[in-house]
């Protein structure tokens, strides 16, 4: 037995390898998404590593040359995560990509494999993870938008502190969670300020832009409160 401790507790996703049969036709598209390109490298005609990362993205791609045996457009059902499906849909059929309409499944939770089970339209309830757009890769690769404005209770890892902050930079947050909480106060019943400024502060620190902390607070005080909901 080996007496090697190894730790799991940092055990991320970084990487996932798509087969193409036209490497640099397969970048150019990635590249036409707005996806960032962090390595292009040769060492031979039959070796080849290029890796891309979706805009806000942990995780990246790689494509390339001798990297898989596996056949072009063989992988399906990638999950792009975004906060409004049909703003991102919208955007990259801005960039010339063919997507389908938004859709929801029959059943109402996750998606059929293909085309089988979709519904016209977002989710009629627009709950968080139900709500898709599809599109392919130049090889048939696979490609899902999926809404998701909140995620669901234990959906997120709480290994990872945010990073440190100084006065300055918190100074400014917290005059701009006053100034976003300032809609909510006007339009709600009486509340405590520190219940909205809460969730609202996590999710700035933890990389949400102004107006998704904003939903997320509205979220959590719908759902911890709703005695406070107009």
């Known amino acids: 037995m080996s007496s090697i401790n190894v730790d799991s507790k940092n055990m991320k996703l970084e990487v996932l390898t798509l087969p193409v049969s036209d490497v640099d036709q397969s970048k150019r598209f990635y590249e036409s998404l707005g996806w960032r390109l962090d390595a292009d490298f040769i060492t031979g005609e039959d070796f080849r590593v290029v890796q891309l990362t979706p805009p806000s993205s942990e995780c990246s791609i790689i494509i390339g040359t001798g990297i898989t045996s596996a056949v072009p457009g063989s992988v399906q059902g990638l999950h792009l995560v975004?906060?409004?499906?049909?703003a991102a849909r919208a955007e990259l059929v801005d960039r010339g990509v063919e997507v389908s309409e938004v859709f929801h499944d029959i059943g109402g939770i996750f998606h059929h494999a293909g085309t089988?089970?979709?519904?016209?339209?977002?989710?009629?309830?627009?709950?968080?993870?139900a709500s898709f757009a599809s599109f392919s890769d130049p090889d048939g690769n696979g490609?899902?938008?999926?809404e998701v404005k909140t995620r669901a209770p234990g959906r997120v890892w709480n290994s990872t502190p945010a990073?440190?902050?100084d006065v300055a930079t918190l100074a400014n947050l917290l005059r701009e969670t006053a100034e976003h909480h300032d809609h909510y106060e006007k339009t709600h019943a009486e509340h405590h300020w520190s219940d909205w400024y809460a969730p609202y502060l996590s999710a700035r620190q933890n990389g949400s832009s102004s107006k998704e902390a904003a939903v997320a607070a509205d979220r959590y005080m719908e759902e911890a409160f709703p005695v406070f909901s107009r």
């Open 116 to 129: 089988e089970g979709r519904v016209s339209g977002p989710d009629p309830k627009r709950r968080d993870y």
């Open 82 to 86: 975004v906060f409004d499906i049909e």
């Open 143 to 146: 490609w899902v938008l999926q």
């Open 163 to 165: 990073g440190d902050i």
